[in-house]
């Protein structure tokens, strides 16, 4: 997949901007480089991409991603209804999903290393509920995912703010661990690892996972890439295109996991708190390439990971 240039000046444009007008106003002085080793210590591995795609978004996003089986009903009731379900789409890719069902996503990831045009970012954790195989444009046929809502390192005004222009629904927060993917745990589960995240608005949202290891391949690794690398929308108006390679040496090298576990979580569109056990994802660090505000039209036809 190649990454889209049409917006490029307006990206140049708002990507600098950002940068530079929405931490002129905070207490983060000097150049954006990511947090020193002292108050960020994080396993993630470098970006290997940022001197082959200069002029575009790149990092790399460390973290676990899962998919959360809701009934098709809930799944309408929480999508927004001017937009249809690809029902037909997720169940090219996984024939045997139990039926009336539909596979939310739950991803808790940690941005590193986030540069384009030599500037960088500090790191920054993310995590929330998408909801992918969305009608966007109501053609029958092109996959979006839906991401309403976001959990975000607090104090992170660019991400967060950047996360803001989407309409996404931002809730501040304090990560554990603080600058990582997640962190391991003991127990007789071979490779347990916990996550969670808290609103600093005490009760908004909030979000903790425990998984470990398994050798169960509940579904396939092409079912990760499709939903993984459909254009994200929020409140429909720009769309971002962030394209995740799982072929460079930061995959390949350090592998993928496979995992299974539980997920607590309360933040919108869910009006309570929900909890999914035996939850079956993928612990992975991957690169990635992204286009931001792109005009979601031009993902007319896209159909799955290329």
């Given amino acids: 997949m190649q990454p889209k240039s049409s917006n490029l000046q307006y990206f140049f444009v708002s990507f600098v901007s950002l940068l530079i007008l929405r931490y002129a106003s905070t207490a983060y002085s000097g150049t954006f480089e990511p947090l020193p080793p002292a108050e960020c210590v994080t396993r993630d591995q470098p970006n290997p991409i940022a001197s082959l795609y200069p002029t575009n978004a790149t990092g790399t996003l460390n973290g676990t991603i899962a998919i959360l089986p809701i009934s098709l009903q809930l799944a309408r009731q929480l999508i927004p209804p001017q937009y249809g379900i690809l029902e037909h789409a997720y169940r090219a890719l996984l024939p045997s999903f139990p039926k009336g069902m539909y596979p939310a996503i739950v991803q808790a990831v940690h941005d590193h290393e986030v540069q384009a045009f030599g500037y960088k970012i500090p790191d920054f954790t993310r995590a929330g509920v998408e909801f992918p195989f969305v009608d966007l444009l109501n053609d029958n046929y092109t996959s979006f995912k839906w991401a309403p809502s976001l959990l ?28 990582d993917a997640y962190r391991r745990v003991k127990s007789d589960k071979p490779g347990t690892t916990f996550f969670s995240a808290k609103s600093d608005e005490p009760g908004a949202a909030s979000m903790s996972t425990l998984f470990s290891s398994t050798e169960l391949e509940e579904f396939p690794l092409q079912f990760f890439k499709n939903f993984t690398n459909q254009p994200t929308f929020a409140d429909g108006k720009t769309c971002d295109n962030m394209i995740r390679l799982f072929d460079t040496n930061v995959t390949t090298t350090y592998g993928i996991q496979r995992v299974k576990g539980t997920v607590r979580t309360q933040m919108p569109p869910f009006s309570s708190e929900h909890e999914w056990k035996d939850v079956y994802g993928l612990r992975l660090d991957t690169t990635f390439i992204e286009n931001n505000y792109m005009d979601c039209k031009t993902f007319q036809g896209y159909s799955g990971f290329e």
């Fill in 152 to 179: 975000m390192t607090a104090g992170h005004d660019l991400a967060l703010n950047g996360a803001k222009d989407y309409g996404t629904n931002t809730f501040p927060a304090t990560f554990d661990p603080g600058c």
